[in-house]
């Protein structure tokens, strides 16, 4: 058909002039009616459902002109951006959407009219004998010149929306219909996973709130784990959740992998490859000591198998011993620099009281199934949700147990042959799976990554929130099949949804900028087509909101002092609660370090503190204790007192042999009636060092200095 007026006769005036025929007023109100008569005061509506005549159609837009003047606000009302008409082809009606609006002045007359452009989405079928309508994308049969475009009907908007008998959850309702409710299907949107993106302040996070309560109401086994960097979802399920913060979480050390492992320990410094590798050759030393019994020295079959990466337990404090002994080695001299290294990282790491998630007292137990039981609700109790709280965790190793967490659902799921169901929502992902491969964690992004490729095929869902869509992983954001886009101003975000959608309308993407408060476009696997509404409000307790801590009054002023004292005291008053042990079995008075031998007073010592030390005779030894000195306190020693800084004790021989100026100079006391304590005897040089011939009665001072050297690095033989 040519659309030209010389070819066809037919021109712009005359097709918008002509007066709208019997048939085409019957097919109208067909189209445009309840099957029921409508009352005689509808009857002079009726000849005004005609909105407009379409004058062009190319591909899949048309444009419609519609004649109006200044007082018809019923017909300049229905004409808006974003509104959804449909086009009568008598068979079929082709659906529309409103995509650019415009007053033109038509004909000699300038006659004022609307003139609009509309994207062409799919048509509507309508069944002869049950008169049920579906809707179908795409276009079949494109609407010819002067076909008469209408308002859509509410039962064709319903169709347009249906999820063609999905199990199906409502999140909100449309916004050209609040009438009409946004549904989406459930299974489709989980199976294929999903992405909620928004700035900062449009509901995002109440939004996902809303849909995982509604998905725990439509799939009753489905469980769930929030990665909440904010602390702000339990709150909203404190009736389905419970809350794994720095307190309550444990994960031991032994379920790291060697690299998960090393982004604790080391965490954007610099490792040496040398230390790296005497973790990867040590840590299987330790676990066939954890799985060899006491004095026995064959190993059990299968124990050659163990690698770094293997979740056997082990002991950290023998990793340590492991490090002591390849340092007393005499064939190690070119590792013992990275040895002593290691060791320090590691000790760092074990007193830490910010890590005592990892090296509780239980550590070394082998209770794999309790803490996966714990952390994905196996079973539920009535609470599918985990809300895992990352906001008391030290930010080198929020990355590594993220990293872990997701590599162990994934697992866990694939064992389970589909059996368990498990919905991992990460929000800010772009944290975790940066679009930047140099950023981020590298094991993070690839189990997240495994999830969103692989996780389907056997139960383990993702789910990604982030206010900045431009900064996420590509191969992630394109395996979620279901996306709901709230406001977006950056360009650059807005350019990545537009490369996401496919086969959804790109004008529709023309409003992501204006979008009002909570209203979302969705569009994928979930919905049956582009759909644009608002999400329902949840109840106040239902809510998502970060924890505060209770004052006694409302206006309670902020104390900065006890602020600053807490931020001093990181994890004082909580370090006794579990032994930093690493899993050791050791004695409690033989376990260095045991809270109750080394007590937090003295490992995290307040900055006001003057200690000094006071040695004591007791019990045939000498015991080192602290003594607090004031200013106004008396300098005098007592009977049981020495000078802070005593000399070492040497012995008259030693004394006498060396040059005057390198003699020690006798320490300086005062005129009071005090008896210095003997010292602790010095070893005898018989037992503990043969001088060469050529010495004499002592070593030489540069014999002397080996000596020290080795006392020091403890490799002096045992008596």
């Known amino acids: 058909m040519s659309n030209d007026p010389k070819k066809t006769g037919t021109t712009r005036d005359s097709v918008l002039s002509k007066e709208a025929t019997p048939a085409d007023q019957a097919s109208l109100n067909k ?51 974003g509104v959804i008409i449909s086009i009568n082809l008598g068979s079929t009606r082709t659906v529309g959407l409103v995509t650019r609006i415009q007053h033109s002045l038509v004909g000699a007359s300038e006659r004022p009219a609307i003139e609009s452009q509309v994207e062409l989405i799919g048509e509507i079928r309508e069944d002869s004998e049950t008169r049920i309508a579906t809707f179908d994308r795409g276009v079949s049969v494109y609407p010819h010149i002067g076909s008469i ?25 449309l916004s050209q219909a609040p009438d009409i409710e946004a549904r989406i299907a459930v299974e489709a949107t989980l199976s294929r996973h999903f992405a909620v993106f928004g700035t900062t302040g449009v509901g995002k996070s109440s939004a996902v709130a809303l849909m995982v309560r509604r998905m725990v109401d439509a799939l009753p086994d489905q469980r769930i784990l929030i990665f909440d960097p904010h602390n702000e979802y339990y709150n909203a399920f404190k009736d389905l959740a419970i809350r794994l913060d720095a307190r309550e979480l444990e994960l031991p050390y032994w379920l790291f992998k060697l690299d998960e492992l090393c982004e604790v320990v080391f965490h954007e410094r610099n490792a040496a490859h040398d230390e790296v590798e005497l973790l990867r050759d040590l840590i299987p030393t330790a676990k066939r000591r954890f799985r060899q019994p006491a004095g026995s020295a064959l190993l059990k079959r299968g124990d050659d198998d163990l690698t770094p990466d293997t979740p056997v337990p082990y002991r950290f404090t023998e990793l340590l011993n492991l490090i002591d002994e390849r340092i007393g080695m005499l064939d190690q001299k070119l590792e013992r620099p990275a040895l002593r290294s290691l060791r320090t990282r590691l000790e760092s790491v074990l007193t830490d009281p910010r890590f005592r998630f990892m090296f509780s007292s239980v550590s070394s137990d082998d209770d794999l199934p309790g803490i996966i039981g714990k952390l994905f609700r196996i079973p539920m109790n009535g609470r599918p949700i985990t809300c895992f709280e990352m906001a008391g965790l030290p930010p080198e190793v929020t990355n590594a147990v993220c990293a872990v967490m997701s590599r162990v659902a994934f697992d866990l799921c694939m064992q389970s042959s589909g059996k368990l169901k498990l919905l991992i929502v990460c929000e800010e992902a772009h944290r975790y799976v940066p679009s930047d491969q140099q950023l981020g964690f590298a094991p993070t992004r690839q189990a997240i990554a495994r999830i969103a490729k692989e996780g389907r095929k056997y139960g383990c869902y993702l789910g990604v929130v982030t206010q900045r869509p431009g900064e996420l992983d590509p191969t992630v954001l394109s395996q979620c099949s279901t996306i709901f886009t709230m406001r977006l101003a950056n360009e650059k975000d807005q350019e990545i949804i537009r490369k996401a959608l496919g086969e959804a309308s790109s004008s529709t993407l023309s409003f992501l900028s204006s979008m009002g408060q909570r209203e979302s476009i969705a569009f994928g696997e979930g919905v049956a087509t582009t759909m644009r509404f608002k999400f329902d409000i949840l109840a106040a307790e239902h809510m998502p909101a970060m924890r505060q801590e209770e004052t006694s009054a409302p206006d309670a002023a902020f104390d900065l002092a006890s602020a600053i004292d807490n931020m001093r005291n990181l994890g004082k008053k909580e370090g006794s609660r579990r032994g930093l042990t690493g899993g050791s079995t050791q ?48 300098e005098v020693p007592t009977q049981d007192q020495v000078p802070e800084e005593p000399a070492w004790p040497r012995r008259e021989s030693e004394a006498s042999e060396l040059p005057p100026q390198s003699q020690p100079t006798p320490p300086i006391r005062r005129s009071v009636p005090a008896q210095p304590i003997e010292p602790e005897p010095y070893p005898e040089p018989d037992r503990h060092y043969a001088p060469p011939a050529s010495a004499g009665s002592f070593p030489s001072r540069t014999d002397r200095e080996v000596l020290f050297g080795k006392l020091a690095r403890k490799e002096w033989p045992k008596r």
């Open 587 to 634: 004695q409690p008075e033989n376990d260095t370090f045991a809270p109750h031998v080394v007590p937090v007073s003295q490992a995290w010592p307040e900055p006001e503190s003057r200690p000094t030390l006071r040695r004591q005779v007791a019990s045939g030894h000498l015991a080192v204790t602290r003594q607090q000195v004031t200013p106004t306190q008396a």
């Open 31 to 81: 189209a445009s009616e309840p099957a029921e008569a409508a009352p005689p005061a509808e009857e002079r509506r009726r000849t005004r459902r005609i909105l407009g005549r379409v004058t062009q159609c190319s591909g899949m837009h048309a444009s419609i002109i519609a004649y109006t003047d200044d007082e018809d606000t019923e017909l300049i009302e229905q004409w808006a951006v």
């Open 149 to 173: 475009a209408h308002r859509i009907r509410r039962t064709d908007l319903e169709a347009v929306y249906a999820t063609g008998g999905r199990r199906s959850m409502q999140v909100g309702h």
